[in-house]
């Protein structure tokens, strides 16, 4: 069978490859993207979608919830304040990974909490792009 996964990018990815690149690297969000499709094969069927705003990513996880068995979360700076988001995914009743590029816990202190872990299934941090691509894997072996 084939798991359906939405992989959900908050504020700032779509500058990848050219923000902060010694933070977040060079690759670009559509290099991500096709990365992940390689991974995936044919045995996942992934939608991916990225948004600056916090309504926008709370309506994808709400369209999630009926198309998709898995979301792979990167929640940037949201994730250490937005209350909504973690209320959106804990309607979600499949797997939740969240995704971030750097160590939160290596930087500033603000960015140690994140809400969105009290609903994560697991948490990848530090790894860059290759994060996403664990997730991915995981998902897929379970």
């Given at each position: 069978?084939?798991?359906?996964?939405?992989?959900?990018?908050?504020?700032?990815?779509?500058?990848?490859?050219?923000?902060?690149?010694?933070?977040?690297?060079?690759?670009?969000?559509?290099?991500?993207?096709?990365?992940?499709?390689?991974?995936?094969?044919?045995?996942?069927?992934?939608?991916?979608m990225q948004s600056n705003?916090?309504?926008?990513?709370?309506?994808?996880?709400?369209?999630?919830?009926?198309?998709?068995?898995?979301?792979?979360?990167?929640?940037?700076?949201?994730?250490?304040?937005?209350?909504?988001?973690?209320?959106?995914?804990?309607?979600?009743?499949?797997?939740?990974?969240?995704?971030?590029?750097?160590?939160?816990?290596?930087?500033?202190?603000?960015?140690?909490?994140?809400?969105?872990?009290?609903?994560?299934?697991?948490?990848?941090?530090?790894?860059?792009?290759?994060?996403?691509?664990?997730?991915?894997?995981?998902?897929?072996?379970?």
């Amino acid at each position: 069978m084939t798991i359906r996964i939405a992989v959900i990018n908050g504020p700032n990815l779509n500058l990848l490859g050219v923000r902060q690149p010694e933070i977040y690297g060079y690759d670009t969000l559509a290099d991500l993207e096709s990365q992940m499709r390689a991974a995936a094969g044919n045995n996942a069927q992934l939608s991916f979608m990225q948004s600056n705003h916090e309504g926008e990513i709370i309506e994808e996880i709400h369209r999630a919830r009926n198309e998709a068995d898995a979301i792979i979360i990167n929640p940037a700076a949201y994730s250490h304040t937005s209350v909504a988001i973690l209320d959106a995914l804990n309607t979600f009743e499949g797997k939740v990974m969240e995704v971030h590029l750097s160590n939160i816990h290596k930087r500033e202190k603000f960015r140690h909490h994140s809400w969105v872990s009290g609903r994560a299934d697991a948490v990848i941090c530090g790894m860059g792009m290759a994060g996403y691509l664990a997730a991915l894997n995981y998902l897929m072996a379970s």
